[in-house]
């Protein structure tokens, strides 16, 4: 390279340091650039095929009233949907019926239903993502009725829960299945407190409730033996467990609703469908792995009529089970969502397809990019052996000291051109190889001369 020119002002040097420089960047960004560029295309193809996110609001059922098995659990669902960014709508309903509808209506996203409440085809279109607890039927019988088994209220009063409800759909599945058909009973609409009320006050003969707790109404005739019978289904719990598959038979121990009174007096077996959590079958795969997650958290604990680990569970289902669902029950959650938090663990599972394009494209240009510079700085030098040619070719066939002249000058124009040339460091031997190489021409070139 040619001594700095000392004559050049301070301020000029890194300007023309600068403009010396940036054919290198320039070589460098052609190189990579078209790299980075083919490999943008390919994620850009792959980016279409990539999920959509989990929408930001999330609608769910709740059940009949604050205090209900259905609102409680929902409200814990909200909690911790909300913890994780979610926007929550909770939309009121009247019970299972309800909740069907709205899902099916595309109202709602999620809802728990009742079991036997989805069955005959009124499900289609909807996947669950797990039964959560038991619901058991409590049976009531009026003591001074004269009914002693549920055939015996043909004809009779009978507390079944309103319109909407899935008290009134496994009521009258119990009484079909004793061959007493709905229009075989005098029907109220009355539940809970009002039910019970009824009944002890002679206004209907029995009363229905479907509840995984026990509440007002249901406290309110177990303190009242000596007027209101629970019915203890023990002897025929096979059968009915045949003939209504939703029904698990469960049991209340003695002094199981309250050690203190001893109640109930002696050990009573109770049918229970077991709720489930449905949406639609076009759920988004990583909302159902967080809501399994939320369901263990809510319902692994022991129950009143489950033991723990008993739910969330894959088992007692109306509809199909979400594919993803049964996958998370057999072997549990994904690497990604054991380790990560949701929204991290999404966005990587997200993008997982772009590794692909990556990958097949990304591997095989890096290994290519660093080849393709090499050539073009190698290029750079290399095309002024051209020139270098050239003039040599001129130089054998100058006869005279004018034409001698001329050749070399156009050496040493070539000679400044490439001592300006810019390129980096690991490719200097090129370049003072091809300075070697035009003082070799201008040294027989002045041979001539002097000859």
């Known amino acids: 390279m040619p001594p700095e020119d000392r004559s050049t002002p301070r301020a000029r040097r890194p300007l023309r340091h600068l403009r010396a420089a940036w054919p ?53 669902y909200a909690e911790a949907l909300r913890g994780q960014g979610f926007a929550v709508e909770l939309v009121a309903s009247e019970g299972s019926v309800r909740n069907l509808e709205l899902l099916r209506d595309r109202r709602v996203d999620f809802a728990l239903v009742q079991g036997g409440v989805a069955e005959a085809g009124r499900g289609a279109g909807l996947v669950s993502l797990g ?7 409590w049976v009531f019988l009026r003591r001074d009725a004269g009914i002693g088994r549920l055939p015996d209220a043909r004809g009779r009063r009978v507390a079944i829960g ?73 002897e025929r719990a096979g059968a009915y467990a045949t003939l209504l598959p939703a029904l698990t038979p469960v049991r209340l ?38 809501f399994i997650r939320i369901l263990q958290a809510a319902h692994r604990g022991r129950q009143v009529f489950a033991p723990e680990g008993r739910f969330p569970s894959a088992l007692n289902q109306d509809v199909p089970l979400h594919p ?15 380790w990560l938090p949701f929204w991290v663990a999404v966005t990587v599972e997200r993008l ?28 750079r030098v290399l095309r002024y052996y051209d020139d270098l040619r050239r003039i040599e070719e001129e130089a054998a066939a100058a006869r005279d000291r004018a034409a001698r002249d001329a050749v070399e000058a156009k050496l040493k124009a070539l000679d ?20 070697r190489d035009i003082a070799f021409v201008r040294d027989a070139v002045r041979t001539l001369r002097r000859g």
């Open 24 to 76: 290198v960047v320039v070589t460098f960004i052609r190189s990579w650039g078209l790299m980075a560029l083919l490999v943008a295309g390919g994620l850009a193809i792959a980016y279409r095929f990539v999920a959509p996110p989990p929408p930001a609001t999330l609608r769910i059922a709740t059940g009949p009233g604050e205090d209900s098995a259905y609102s409680v659990a929902v409200a814990r």
């Open 416 to 435: 400044t051109k490439v001592a300006t040339l810019g390129i980096p460091s690991g490719y200097g031997a090129l370049l003072y190889a091809l300075r």
């Open 253 to 290: 121990p003695r002094s199981g609703f309250s050690l203190p009174e001893d109640l109930p007096a002696e050990d009573i077996v109770m049918l229970a469908p077991a709720a489930a959590l449905l949406a639609q079958a076009d759920v988004h795969p990583q909302l159902v792995s967080l």
């Open 131 to 137: 039964s959560v607890f038991f619901e058991p039927a």
């Open 352 to 379: 997982w397809v772009l590794i692909i394009p990556l990958v097949t494209l990304g591997l095989p240009l890096i290994r290519f990019a660093p080849p393709i510079y090499t050539w073009q700085m190698e290029s």
């Open 162 to 234: 309103p319109e909407g409800s899935g008290t009134r759909v496994l009521a009258l599945a119990l009484l079909e299945a004793n061959a007493v058909p709905a229009d075989a009973i005098i029907a109220s609409p009355l539940a809970g407190a009002a039910a019970a009320a009824a009944l002890l006050a002679g206004e209907v003969d029995a009363a229905v409730f479907v509840s995984a707790t026990p509440g007002q109404g249901i406290g309110t005739l177990m303190r009242a033996p000596d007027r209101a019978m629970l019915v203890d289904f023990e």
């Open 324 to 338: 993803d669902a049964a996958r998370w029950y057999e072997r549990g959650p994904t690497f990604l969502q054991s």
